[in-house]
């Protein structure tokens, strides 16, 4: 694939500037993104980070799958990395600020520390990670996962989109995984990220920055209900078998369950395909995604048996329901060390700060359980995400660059 380089030179004064020129990359028409994992505007958009990183003097490279490294290597201790960076997927239509914000961050707060100390005595690396979201396979976290050793790539000869695409295929349109792992990565010293928080909490409590705690753990199911499609006009209602008629009982179930076990536990049906899909016709079949969320196994766990439960009901009425299990990302606490460090370092600036639980899934997810790994929000207009009504103010950007400044200094440089 030829990857056009859009300008001879990048200069970007300010976070919000070089974001908004990042979205430029996969731009929808009503001001979102949409830049899937191997598309071309994904391509296109990771050629150009490292463009812009190899013009700030990093030694920039892509591993096997795509994540992208851009590397200020350190004088003391070389073999020492400290990890930094987000995602560089979106979902479809989504917002500029997910992910994106977390690696123009890591770039400008480095060359900052740069300019103004030098080099590090530990390596730094900034990462623009190949993917988070899951948009479009049924997987996420496939760039950490990479790094961390979850995945590897015998498992993308198996997974497709839908449009029948398999991870391996599109990998290696898109110049990826034609060679297996070459050289076992080192573990990191840490990771650190820096995202928007996605919700209201920081909004509402007028506070800077957000410190996570915890990140919850998700479970991804693909639900289907087969039942008998018929005549919608001449099948009585106490004879039909309806998989739309049960799977509105079980969204009703699971919600009044997911209520009752906790307040807060999560669950979300949001993709709904029902066949034959005719106006005049009884659903024979309906298929449905699920989506679960909380920081305690526990309760996951608890939550799980209730759905199975449930199944007892279709069986009753001569139908049969599956519940498939495709991602089980298990709640991570972060490391405590890390969040006393962005206390001090918050109240030396001056700046607000809560401790939060994240109910989304981060890349910090995945390195939680790897190495030591800091998360950090800065506030969300109204909360709102993957949506191209994301914003998050200039100033509020800013603040989040000068809390990861003085993270990736007392990591680097002391």
């Known amino acids: 694939m030829s990857i056009p380089v859009r300008e001879a030179e990048y200069k970007f004064p300010t976070a919000d500037e070089m974001i908004k020129w990042l979205a430029s990359f996969g731009a929808t028409a009503n001001g979102g993104v949409t830049r899937l994992l191997y598309s071309e505007a994904w391509s296109e958009a990771q050629h150009a980070l490292k463009s812009v990183m190899q013009q700030k003097g990093l030694d920039a490279r892509f591993d096997e799958v795509g994540n992208l490294f851009g590397r200020l290597t350190g004088t003391d201790e070389p073999e020492s990395v400290i990890l930094t960076g987000s995602h560089i997927d979106t979902v479809k239509d989504g917002g500029q600020f997910d992910g994106a914000y977390g690696i123009v961050a890591s770039l400008m707060a480095m060359q900052r520390l740069y300019e103004q100390y030098g080099p590090p005595k530990r390596t730094i690396d900034v990462v623009s990670l190949a993917e988070e979201e899951g948009s479009r396979f049924p997987l996420t976290f496939w760039g950490s996962g990479w790094i961390t050793g979850r995945y590897s790539l015998e498992e993308a000869e198996h997974i497709y989109d839908a449009d029948g695409i398999s991870l391996k295929a599109a990998m290696e349109a898109a110049g990826f995984g034609l060679k297996p792992r070459s050289i076992e990565t080192k573990k990191p010293k840490a990771f650190v990220e820096v995202h928007v928080e996605q919700g209201i909490v920081l909004e509402r409590k007028k506070k800077s920055i957000g410190v996570v705690s915890h990140i919850v753990g998700q479970r991804r199911y693909t639900v289907q209900f087969k039942g008998e499609s018929n005549h919608a006009g001449t099948t009585p209602m106490l004879m039909r078998k309806d998989a739309m008629r049960l799977m509105a009982e079980w969204v009703i179930f699971l919600s009044d369950e997911a209520e009752a076990i906790d307040e807060s536990l999560v669950a979300t049906v949001g993709k709904v395909t029902a066949k034959p899909n ?72 001056g700046f607000s700060y809560e401790t939060l639980i994240s109910g989304a899934g981060h890349d910090s997810q995945v390195f939680g359980g790897y190495c030591p790994t800091m998360l950090l929000f800065v506030p969300s207009r109204h909360g709102i995400s993957h949506s191209p009504d994301e914003w998050t103010e200039p100033d509020d950007l800013e603040k989040g660059i000068q809390m990861l400044m003085g993270e990736l200094y007392a990591l680097a440089y002391v």
């Open 278 to 349: 005719m106006p005049n016709v009884v659903a024979g079949k309906v298929e449905c995604s699920l989506d679960v969320r909380h920081y305690d196994m526990k309760i996951l766990d608890q939550f799980e048996e209730k759905l199975k439960e449930f199944k007892k009901r279709a069986d009753r009425r001569g139908m049969t329901m599956s519940i498939n299990q495709w991602m089980n990302v298990k709640p991570v606490a972060l490391d405590q060390e890390m969040m006393k460090s962005a206390a001090r370092q918050a109240e030396h600036l």
